[in-house]
């Protein structure tokens, strides 16, 4: 039976596809033409299995732009999940607050998005169309979903997560390098909320095949703001931090898939 959702694991959220009933499991590696990924915390393969009674599919490790690959590269993988007839697109993330209000640990769903590179021209869908997929200018105005928002917020909302359940708008830079201090600043006057270096290709590529997309970012650092602080954005926080919200995070899909299940 093939699975209705697939979610893809952000850095250091790979436990999620770990906690799958009945998983057959796929490396990378063994399936034609996928890339690999390169960056520690995440793997490389693609887990099929159950969650709360549904079916689903993770991606357990995902590519970035900075590794090298192109941006289609990157969201060559959705297209492989909307082949195999996933309807539902659940992509996580790790990214730093911008947001004053954020704090460490917060779990933002993604209301909307801003892509720096996008903006400048790297569209995963430049290029010949492929008409199979989608059409040549799909709308972005709707890309994350308002039902699915709705039934994520809903699921925070029962497990009791409400104090550290936002929501706001996902910015993507290409990295690998953090931030500078005026550049942040930048983005929170542009109305970003958070920031990353990753999910805006695939969702992008999801909407194109009509994919339905819910995303998630968790807060795993506040970024710096002030030439007086001390503070610096690092990898190992990222990663700690995304270890004491995994159960959370897990418990949360695990809530919406049946949700999603009733529906
Ligand atoms: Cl502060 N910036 C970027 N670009 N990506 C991140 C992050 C910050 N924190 C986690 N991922």
Redesign the pocket.
Known sequence: QCPKTAIICG?GLGGLADVLNNKTVFLYEDIPHFPRSTVAGHLGRLVFGELNGQTCVCMQGRFHYYEGYSVSMVTFPIRVLFLLGVEILIVTN???GLNPSFQVGDIMFIRDHISMFGLGGQNPLRGPNDERFGVRFPCMSDAYEQDLLGLAMESAQELGFVSFTREGVYCQ?A?PS??TIAECRVLQALGADA???STIPEVIVARHCGLRVLGISLI??K?VMSYNSQEK?NHEE?LHISVVRAEALQKLVTRLLGKLGES
Request: charged share 5%.
């Open positions: 850095s790790a990214a730093g830079l990295g953090y931030e920031v990353g270096m795993t650092n970024v954005a990222v």
